[in-house]
């Protein structure tokens, strides 16, 4: 059964940092690509950053430099380690996954084109 469970999140201030955990089971995550979402109240979801599984990523602008992606081969988890964090990356965070030849440059953000998904952790950056 493919499932993604994530874990991670939570409060942090300003600044701070956090780390979300999305581990996968019934298929090897290292060969798709995977995804990061958020969303935030009244707001649509947005894409974050993708990791392809041959190494291309992409960030929304709005995260570059503070946000990187990274797998765990051994237990079959990907990782968003977020960094500098601020109040405008609150939102509800999800993991997704999709074959590397769904990804090109103008469709990682699109939520349509990921095929299985995690079930959302909170992350709030507030003082």
């Known amino acids: 059964q493919v499932q993604l469970v994530q874990s991670g999140g939570g409060l942090v201030h300003p600044g701070g940092s956090l780390r979300l955990s999305c581990a996968a089971s019934g298929f090897p995550l290292a060969k798709y690509a995977i995804g990061w979402f958020r969303q935030a109240p009244g707001k649509e979801r947005e894409g974050v950053s993708c990791?392809?599984?041959?190494?291309?990523?992409y960030h929304a602008d709005s995260v570059k430099g503070r946000f990187t992606i990274s797998r765990d081969k051994a237990t079959n988890t990907a990782y968003l380690q977020m960094n500098s964090l601020k109040p405008e990356d609150t939102g509800v965070y999800y993991c997704a996954t999709v074959g590397d030849m769904g990804v090109t440059v103008s469709s990682w953000y699109v939520p349509a084109i990921y095929d299985y998904w995690g079930q959302g952790t909170q992350v709030t950056v507030s003082s």
């Open positions: 990791a392809t599984s041959s190494g291309i990523t």
